[in-house]
């Protein structure tokens, strides 16, 4: 069985400035793909960034970039030049390719963006 | 394309009532998911659909939860005999594909009292 676990259940930041959050996970599975997911205060929970499993390159999206260590498994996620909207519960999420595309998510992060 | 649909966003019940949630996937999309999020938790696999068929069942799913989705399109979910552990947020989702990104719809938000 996989599991995933977020260390950090809240943190904050300053506007403009950079954070990082943290994912570990366990999985016997060598095919998978990670995720951070964002869910805003009453509203849905978005895509932020994903990554293959087999790429080794690490995964950006603008302001959005991973630190993808597979032997550590560990995933976290660099938050650069942080804005107030970039408040939210933050989700770290797995997936096998083998199981149908069902998500394994963390416990969450809140995240506050202070001014 | 509107996104998921969730209907009702909110729904407070008497314990041992039954509930009935509908979820409408973005079209076109064959796969259907939904979870369960208590608060301050992540959310949990309940089931998926692909087209009409349920592959897969949690084993939090108790036999008090049957979920459909009869001609491939829109699913519910029902609750029999509600229990007040039966409180979280229930979350559709839907993809086109097995290894594509999941779209979330706003969920519904279930009180058992």
């Known amino acids: 069985a996989q599991t995933v676990t977020q260390s950090q259940p809240e943190m904050s930041v300053q506007e403009a400035e950079t954070v990082t959050l943290s994912c570990t996970y366990d999985?016997?599975?060598?095919?998978?793909?990670l995720f951070w997911y964002k869910q805003p205060p009453s509203r849905q929970m978005i895509l932020v960034i994903r990554?293959?499993?087999?790429?080794?390159q690490n995964a950006t999206e603008n302001r959005f970039s991973v630190n993808f260590q597979k032997a550590a498994k560990s995933f976290s996620l660099k938050i650069s030049d942080s804005q107030l909207g970039d408040t939210a519960m933050y989700f770290c999420a797995f997936m096998a390719y083998n199981q149908g595309g069902k998500l394994i998510f963390g416990q969450g992060t809140e995240l506050s963006v202070k001014p | 394309d509107t996104g998921v649909s969730q209907d009702p966003r909110h729904k407070i019940t008497k314990r041992g009532q039954n509930v009935t949630f509908r979820c409408d996937p973005i079209s076109e999309h064959n796969r259907l998911y939904w979870y369960r999020q208590t608060l301050g938790q992540g959310p949990e696999f309940l089931t998926y659909f692909q087209n009409e068929a349920q592959l897969e069942k949690s084993r939090l799913l108790s036999d008090r939860f049957s979920a459909e989705r009869p001609k491939g399109s829109f699913s519910t979910l029902e609750i029999q005999r509600t229990e007040q552990g039966d409180s979280a947020m229930y979350l559709c989702?839907?993809?086109?594909?097995?290894?594509?990104?999941?779209?979330f719809g706003q969920g519904t938000r279930l009180t058992v009292v």
């Open positions: 990554q293959e499993a087999y790429k080794q």
């Open positions: 999985t016997s599975e060598n095919n998978y793909y």
């Open positions: 989702a839907s993809s086109p594909t097995i290894l594509t990104e999941a779209f």
